[in-house]
């Protein structure tokens, strides 16, 4: 849940206070290198002896069109938080498109479940409330891993509060509320891990330094999409809990 991540900050710096990062981990932009390994350690034993097998499971109870529709779901209920980003960046075409994704699936697409928008010609890009620090010149800060988060450097972890109040369903209040929102964050953990899974397990089979190869691409991919590169990219996150 999003109250755990500056309890999860805290710790982390804390602990990582007591080292002393080599050159290696200073050029890396990773002065806590020692106390990450341990805690993304600990993410990828979680992902190998609880996602894993919770993911069997969702795959072999739930067919893959109802997947897919469950991902346009969650897709469409995030579309605010991209489309805010989008206008705060000054990107008015991302901005129509993103708009005109909410309108589509919402209505046609029986409330996401169908992506119609894409196949009006009008694809899924992501966005967040990092990129738009990024863009507006923020630094990332020093690498960060979090407990069942994963990679979340403090100008994300920081920003993703941020998002939360560009999504709708944070403030609204209508009966129901509550089981709506656990609901949602239950499908959008099975959904993330169901997407990511396979990336996960290409990446760690072919890597050297699982941890290090999870580093490069993660950061790879935040500055691509700061400099308006490509919107979405190879890289290894938990899900967002």
């Known amino acids: 849940m999003k ?3 500056p309890t999860a900050l805290v710790l982390a710096l804390l602990v990582s206070a007591c080292t002393t990062p080599s050159p290696e981990s200073l050029a890396a932009n990773d002065p806590w290198e020692e106390t990450n390994r341990d805690v993304f350690a600990f993410d990828v034993w979680i992902e190998h002896h609880i996602a894993a097998p919770v993911n069997d499971g969702y795959r072999a109870v739930v067919p893959e069109p109802a997947r897919e529709g469950l991902h346009n779901v969650v897709t469409n209920l995030h579309a605010p938080i991209v489309l805010a980003n989008d206008v705060l960046q000054a990107r008015p075409k991302k901005a129509v498109n993103t708009l005109a994704r909410i309108v589509l699936n919402s209505t046609i697409g029986l409330g996401g479940l169908i992506d119609v928008a894409s196949k009006f010609g009008i694809p899924y890009h992501d966005n967040d409330f990092g990129v738009t620090l990024g863009q507006s010149g923020v630094a990332e800060g020093s690498y960060l891993v979090l407990p069942l988060i994963g990679p979340l450097p403090p100008r994300d972890l ?3 509060g941020v ?5 709708p369903l944070s403030y609204a209040r209508f009966p129901g ?5 656990l609901s949602r964050s239950a499908v959008r953990i099975l959904d ?6 396979d990336e996960f397990e290409s990446i760690e089979r072919t890597s050297v330094d699982f941890y290090a190869s999870t580093r490069n691409l993660y950061r790879q991919n935040r500055n691509a999409k700061i400099r308006g ?8 996150s938990l899900p967002d809990l």
């Open 3 to 5: 109250v755990l991540r």
């Open 158 to 160: 920081l920003a993703s």
């Open 163 to 167: 998002d939360g109040v560009f999504d």
């Open 177 to 181: 509320r509550n089981v709506l929102q």
């Open 192 to 197: 993330t891990v169901d997407q990511r899974r």
């Open 229 to 236: 590169g490509a919107d979405d990219g190879a890289f290894v």
